[in-house]
């Protein structure tokens, strides 16, 4: 019998077959120093876009998905897109927030397109968005965090075991976004000094994050059984490669599945969690604004809210009301 693996977290960077599609994202997106997520989302919304207005003039079920090319799309005009927002509402499958991302990728694309020379106007300009509102991250409690990091799985090796427990006490600790975390090198981690170094994360701003003594012990564990490769990242995958960041949200659900939270599995809830517990506990917003990289403390203030509301169900739950 051959060896057995362990669990396979990796996947490839998403490349549309549209070649349309792949030239707006490596002639646009790319220099604008846009994350593979993010490439992935508009070549996604694009392809859907595409497939909806191949679908329409073949005479074929808006609902079937033809594969690329799509040629129609760089001509697309404002009744098209009106023509597949209309279809997006009937089909009742996409809120509206995934409605309005999409739209917004059409204009973005379209941008595209006017300021290199091959349309002169932009047919999602004057797209009407659905108004949505903006919802409460969802947040751990304590409680469900310990019980996180209380989870075996069984058949991972030595290094794939410290591996995940530095991401997760990374996130724990520090709060950072997922491409910030897959996009630390070495030389960005200072286990002695206990702090990290986010060159360029979102909105291109470098920051430096203090992390507990927990987690710089979980990265040196980790760094003691680290490959020797060639490539500078801090979390290394297969083959001479830095570590997606679609491993590290398939690592961070299946710890938070395991754990019984289904709900709001991913990477950002870590982020949503220590700053909502740190507010709870008193944290200035100035602090907070530093910390998760924030323009400004109008974005950080919808923690506030948060630790609110929790102090709310929190009072409904115990108050002894019914006692009396």
Same mark, same amino acid.
């Given at each position: 019998m051959g060896k057995k693996r362990g669990p396979i977290y990796e996947t490839p960077e998403f490349v549309s077959a549209d070649?349309?599609? %792949?030239?707006?994202?490596?002639?646009?997106l790319a220099i604008r120093g846009t994350t593979p997520r993010t490439r992935e989302a508009y070549q996604r919304d694009l392809e859907h876009f595409g497939a909806f207005l191949k679908a329409r003039a073949d005479g074929t079920?808006?609902?079937?998905k033809p594969p690329p090319p799509y040629d129609a799309l760089a001509g697309a005009q404002y009744a098209d897109i009106?023509?597949?927002q209309t279809h997006l509402a009937r089909s009742r499958r996409y809120a509206p927030r995934s409605m309005r991302r999409k739209i917004a990728t059409l204009?973005?694309?379209?941008k595209y397109l006017r300021h290199s020379g091959r349309r002169d106007d932009n047919p999602a300009a004057d797209a009407i968005l659905p108004k949505i509102g903006r919802p409460l991250p969802k947040a751990m409690r304590g409680?469900?965090?310990a019980k996180v990091f209380? %989870?075996?799985?069984a058949g991972l090796s030595e290094l794939q075991r410290r591996r995940d427990q530095a991401i997760l006490q990374a996130l724990w600790s520090c709060g950072v976004r997922r491409a910030e975390l897959v996009g630390l090198d070495l030389n960005d981690v200072d286990l002695d000094g206990r702090q990290l170094r986010v060159i360029k994360g979102k909105g291109n701003k470098d920051r430096y994050v203090?992390?507990?003594?927990?987690?710089a012990q979980a990265l040196r564990d980790y760094l003691d059984v680290r490959p020797r490769?060639? %490539?500078p990242a801090f979390f290394v995958g297969r083959g001479d490669r830095r570590l997606s960041a679609a491993a590290v949200y398939k690592i961070v659900r299946t710890y938070m599945t395991m754990a019984g939270i289904t709900e709001y599995a991913s990477p950002h809830t870590w982020r949503h969690t220590v700053a909502t517990l740190m507010r709870e506990r008193g944290a200035d917003l100035l602090f907070l604004k530093e910390f998760l990289g924030h323009e400004s403390t109008a974005t950080t203030e919808i923690y506030t809210k948060l630790a609110r509301e929790r102090l709310r169900t929190e009072f409904d739950k115990f108050h002894p009301r019914d006692d009396v």
């Open positions: 070649p349309e599609i %792949v030239r707006f994202a490596e002639q646009y079920s808006l609902d079937e009106l023509a597949y204009r973005t694309f379209y409680d469900e965090v209380t %989870v075996r799985l203090p992390m507990t003594p927990e987690a490769v060639t %490539v």
